[in-house]
Every structure is written in structure tokens, then in C-alpha cells.
């Protein structure tokens, strides 16, 4: 439950006053209404608090407690509990009748002056000037108060648009978020991958291949190629087909084993259907530049995993390799792309991912999973 600051209470306090100042106007003009018998009368002080009252329990309890988390006959039974306490205290009837009462009073007492009242009421006399005031007063708290159950709805309908209204400026924001943390991931993959040294490694691989004849240097090219078009062109849309990502993840396994020494050994595996299945574009692969830039070592024996499965109602994505700290001093841009992954994945899959990052045991793992 969050509660508004300052600028929003100031706000709110104007509002009560303009609210609550027009029946005090009213009530003011009336005969008999001076300021001092107004501001003393409980029934006023009844009607300023209860539609205030109303109104803040609506908002901070009732829409985010029951109807945002899916209790909504609650919500209906509780709006249906408010409804019957207007009905019952009759805040507005309450406090305009008072004042009337009170006119009626010293009407009354001026008339006793001058006038005897009768001993007693029988049968076939009409009744005194008091039981017709008496009766007047019984009359009208068999009514309804209408004015009250309107502005009681009023208020109730008022918080609703404020609220639809916080929650529509929030989206936007969430979506202006999105997009401007998107092109900082793209950015941020861009700097980290398709960097020139990155570049230089993998052409100068290419390049011994192409001179030593090497069969497999067209398809080396091929790849890099892909890569570079994906994440230039498709980058741009919100979701690509899963296939995309695990192509492009795929090719950039393939251009970095062209580096990798017998030291290290490699465990890739993709399980599951990828058709008819999207994903947010470069998800995985900040996960799988981690891999390669801090889990390959030149002097130690290291092994770096890779595993994507697909089930019917999640995507389950795993990585794991041995931390070396003397490689991960070196680079000053750690902890840059998760950091981008993990705004991505609150603004993108907002209560439908799981993600979960150790280092234990001198092992970096990563568990992500996406639910549909």
C-alpha cells in the first residue's frame, strides 16, 4: 500500500476544502445559522469526516486489497456495506435538518412566548404546534437521503478515475521505460559484442582459415554475418520468434569456438519445440557473453555450460561456468548487461519470469525461467 506524498496531500486537502465549503456556505446563509452554532454542531463535523473516510478506504484498501487482487464479489459486498452505512448515518439529510431543527427551535421558543401551549392532545382536536414539529422530525428520518447516497457515489466514482487514471500514467511510463531500457540493452550488446576487438578476433580467425584453405571459412562468414544483421535489424521489434535467438546464439557459440584452446570443453544443448514460440530479442545472449568473457581461461582447465529447454508453459534457460577473479578485475564493464537483463525482465515479463543468479563454489550460475 503506497501512500501519496507531499504534493499529492496538498492536493488533496484543497480538494476536501472546496468539497466541504459549499454546504458550509449554504448552511451559513440560512436563518438563525451563524458560523459559531454551524462549527459546533456534531452532525457537521459527522459529514466533513465520513465522505473523507469513505474515500481513503476506497482507494488505499478496497481497489488495491480486493478488487486489483481478484475479490471482486468482496469489493461489490463492501461497496454494498458502504452504501448501507450512508443510508443509515444520512450524513448530508443529518447536518442541513440540525440547522433547520434548530431555526424551528427558536421559532417555537418566540411562539411560547407569546402564545400558551394547549395541556394536551384529544381525540377530534388537532394536535399541538410541538407534535406537528415532532412529527415532522419522525417523517424525516424516514427518509432517504438522497443528496448523501449521491455525493457518497460521487466520491466512490471519483476515486475510480483517479486511480484508472494513476494506472494508465504508470503503463506509459512502464513503456517509455521499456523502450528506453531496450536501447540501452542494445546499446550495452552492441559495445559488449560487436565490439572491434570482438571483430578483430573473429575476422583474424576467419582470415587463418581463408589461408590455410580451410573448408569451413564461407560458413564462418556466413555466421558472423547473421549475427550482425540480427542485432542491427531485428533488435528493433518488442518479440522475435525464439528460433532467432538460439541461431544467433548458436552462431556466436560456433565463432567463439574458433578461439577456444583444449583447455576448454563445451556443453551446448537445445531441448524442445521453438516454433510458435517468441522472445524478447538478446535476452539470452547477454547470459551467454558472460559465459565466453569471464568463464575461459588460457591457464586453467575450464568448462562452460549452455542448456535451453522448451516446455509447453515456460522457457528454461541455464548457464554455468568457474569464476576467475584475476579475469573478472580486468574488465571494467562487469555486471553492466545483467543489470540491463533484469530491468528488461521486470518490464517485459512482469510476474511471469524467474531468475536466479549465484556464485558459489567458484561457479557463476544463471536459472532463468519464462513462463507464457
Avoid at 444520512?90 to 400558551?116: A, I
Avoid at 417523517?139 to 475510480?160: K, S, T
Avoid at 535451453?308 to 569464476?323: G, K, P, S, V
Avoid at 530491468?343 to 510476474?351: A, E, I, N, S
Wanted: net charge positive.
Amino acid at each position: 500500500m503506497k501512500f501519496p506524498r507531499l504534493p499529492v496531500i496538498v492536493t488533496h486537502l484543497i480538494g476536501w476544502i472546496l468539497f466541504q465549503s459549499l454546504p458550509l456556505v449554504f448552511l451559513l446563509s440560512m436563518p438563525n445559522g451563524g458560523a459559531e452554532k454551524v462549527f459546533a454542531s456534531p452532525a457537521y463535523w459527522l459529514f466533513c469526516l465520513y465522505y473523507p473516510a469513505v474515500f481513503y478506504l476506497h482507494q488505499y484498501f478496497l481497489l488495491p486489497r480486493l478488487y486489483r487482487q481478484g475479490k471482486k464479489w468482496l469489493y461489490v459486498v463492501s461497496l454494498a456495506g458502504i452504501l448501507a452505512s450512508a443510508i443509515a448515518i444520512r450524513p448530508f439529510d443529518r447536518m442541513t435538518f440540525r440547522q433547520r431543527e434548530m431555526r424551528m427551535e427558536g421559532f417555537r421558543e418566540m411562539r411560547m412566548r407569546r402564545l400558551p401551549e394547549p395541556e394536551g392532545f384529544r381525540m377530534g382536536q388537532p394536535p399541538r404546534q410541538g407534535q406537528r414539529f415532532e412529527g415532522s422530525i419522525i417523517q424525516r428520518r424516514m427518509r432517504i437521503d438522497i443528496i448523501g447516497i449521491f455525493l457518497l457515489m460521487l466520491v466512490v466514482i471519483f476515486g475510480i478515475a483517479i486511480d484508472t487514471s494513476r494506472r494508465s500514467r504508470l503503463a506509459e511510463q512502464r513503456a517509455a521505460q521499456a523502450e528506453a531500457d531496450k536501447a540501452n540493452a542494445e546499446l550495452s550488446f552492441l559495445k559488449a559484442q560487436i565490439n572491434p576487438h570482438f571483430l578483430f578476433n573473429t575476422l583474424n580467425n576467419i582470415y587463418s582459415m581463408a589461408v590455410t584453405r580451410n573448408e569451413h571459412t564461407a560458413d564462418m562468414l556466413m555466421k558472423l554475418s547473421n549475427i550482425m544483421r540480427y542485432v542491427t535489424d531485428d533488435v528493433n521489434l518488442d518479440f522475435v520468434p525464439l528460433q532467432n535467438e538460439v541461431d544467433c546464439i548458436s552462431d556466436y557459440i560456433d565463432l567463439q569456438q574458433l578461439r577456444l584452446g583444449k583447455r576448454t570443453t563445451l556443453q551446448y544443448t537445445v531441448n524442445g519445440d521453438t516454433g510458435n514460440r517468441a522472445i524478447a530479442p538478446l535476452l539470452l545472449m547477454t547470459f551467454v557473453e558472460n559465459v565466453f568473457k569471464y568463464g575461459v581461461s588460457k591457464q586453467e582447465e575450464s568448462e562452460l555450460v549452455i542448456r535451453l529447454a522448451i516446455e509447453d508453459n515456460r522457457i528454461c534457460f541455464y548457464t554455468q561456468n568457474r569464476i576467475y577473479p584475476v579475469q573478472q578485475q580486468r574488465d571494467d564493464r562487469t555486471g553492466i548487461g545483467l543489470s540491463n537483463t533484469r530491468k528488461r525482465l521486470q518490464h517485459l515479463y512482469p510476474g511471469k519470469h524467474d531468475l536466479q543468479i549465484s556464485a558459489e563454489n567458484a561457479l557463476f550460475t544463471v536459472t532463468l525461467c519464462l513462463h507464457a
